[in-house]
């Protein structure tokens, strides 16, 4: 069965630290792959895509990385703030063609304590 | 604020009653998405459209959904004969569809739906 997994389990890191979060997916050849922040009660935001022939991202403190030999996604934020604590879901599309429905795991919740 | 708006942001109905919901996307979108979203999940996939035309529907949703987008602008979704099970957040998103070109998806608020 097709499935996109997050680590469901809160992280939790100092103020400074780099946070690494985790999307691993199984029987999908995604075209591309999006990260998007949450605060509860409200919508997702997006932060950065990645296409399946880029193996790495940057934006400001954001880092992708995308290997579909692993089926995996590496998303980090370096130097993290206590702002930066929300949940982050990944995303992608099947890849079967573009109607950009998404796909998204179940998000992980990031705690920057100060 | 995405310049999506979602309204109402809260609904509270009984089980058995019909709600609708509206979704005003950013006005040069043409694709706009419906998903539902239940507490610790993300979200999940209910239909979309380009422009006016419904294109894919979700095994999801049962009979008892309707959307639709007159005239390719906003778009309502209709729940009827709500069940407790319905109870969720409802998103709704739009994007820039150009061709092959992927663009991300800019989503609304949320309307929150709780069925007594």
């Known amino acids: 069965s097709q499935k996109i997994e997050q680590n469901s389990e809160a992280l939790n890191i100092q103020e400074g630290k780099t946070a690494t979060l985790t999307c691993n997916y199984t029987?999908?050849?995604?075209?591309?792959l999006q990260w998007y922040r949450q605060d509860p009660g409200r919508g997702p935001v997006f932060l950065l895509l990645i296409r399946e022939n880029e193996k790495e991202k940057r934006k400001e403190r954001l880092k992708v990385t995308f290997d579909t030999t692993l089926k995996q996604s590496l998303f980090h934020i370096t130097a993290s703030q206590p702002a930066d604590s929300a949940t982050y879901l990944c995303a992608l599309d099947k890849g079967s063609s573009n109607t950009g429905k998404l796909i998204f795991g179940q998000g992980t919740t990031l705690q920057v304590k100060p | 604020d995405t310049g999506v708006s979602q309204n109402p942001r809260h609904k509270i109905t009984k089980r058995g009653q019909n709600v609708t919901f509206r979704c005003d996307p950013i006005s040069e979108h043409n694709r706009l998405y419906w998903y539902r979203q239940t507490l610790g999940q993300g979200p999940e996939f209910l239909t979309y459209f380009q422009n006016e035309a419904q294109l894919e529907k979700s095994r999801l949703l049962s009979d008892r959904f309707s959307a639709e987008r007159p005239k390719g602008s906003f778009s309502t979704l209709e729940i009827q004969r709500t069940e407790q099970g319905d109870s969720a957040m409802y998103l709704c998103?739009?994007?820039?569809?150009?061709?092959?070109?992927?663009?991300?998806?800019?989503f609304g608020p949320g309307t929150r739906l709780t069925v007594l």
């Open positions: 998103a739009s994007s820039l569809a150009r061709g092959s070109s992927y663009n991300e998806q800019f």
């Open positions: 029987n999908y050849s995604p075209a591309y």
